[in-house]
């Protein structure tokens, strides 16, 4: 059984979690890129839960990208891929697009993104750019 806890659209083309840099001294740092692309997520899903407090529920995320039509493609192109039948196979992929959305809902949506139990990721092109994003709880009780 499950229950929405939230849902929320992030506009525009998603950005996967980049890997984790070095500089030459050692310190570790993560991609400028990625850092602004949580803080967005982070604060869109603040602003869903409207005032709620983070689960501490086991949790299941579905994930739906939906990237932009390249401006190249042929008319047909274009309605093949408005239509579902061509999907986008270009990055990010999908277990980074989870994982920077899993990480800037961290203490927002839930205590800690190890709740999560479950999670589905879908890829589509879209006239719109975006990310919908939908958490629920998650419980095998029925």
């Not at 891929?81 to 999908?94: A, F, L, S, V, Y």
Request: hydrophobic share 30%.
């Amino acid at each position: 059984m499950k229950e929405l806890v939230t849902s929320f659209v992030v506009p525009g083309n998603p950005v996967g979690k980049g890997r984790a840099r070095s500089t030459k001294s050692g310190h570790h740092y993560t991609p400028g890129k990625t850092v602004n692309y949580e803080e967005t997520v982070g604060y869109i899903a603040l602003q869903s839960m409207m005032g709620r407090q983070a689960t501490i529920k086991a949790c299941r995320i579905e994930v739906d990208v939906y990237q932009a039509i390249p401006k190249s493609a042929s008319k047909t192109i274009k309605e093949l891929m408005c239509n579902g039948q061509i999907r986008p196979t270009i990055k990010p992929d999908t277990d980074n697009c989870l994982k920077s959305i899993k990480d800037a809902c961290n203490r927002i949506v839930y205590a800690d993104d190890k709740q999560v139990v479950e999670d589905e990721i879908r890829k589509y092109y879209s006239p719109v750019a975006r990310t919908q994003v939908y958490i629920y709880t998650w419980s095998e009780v029925q």
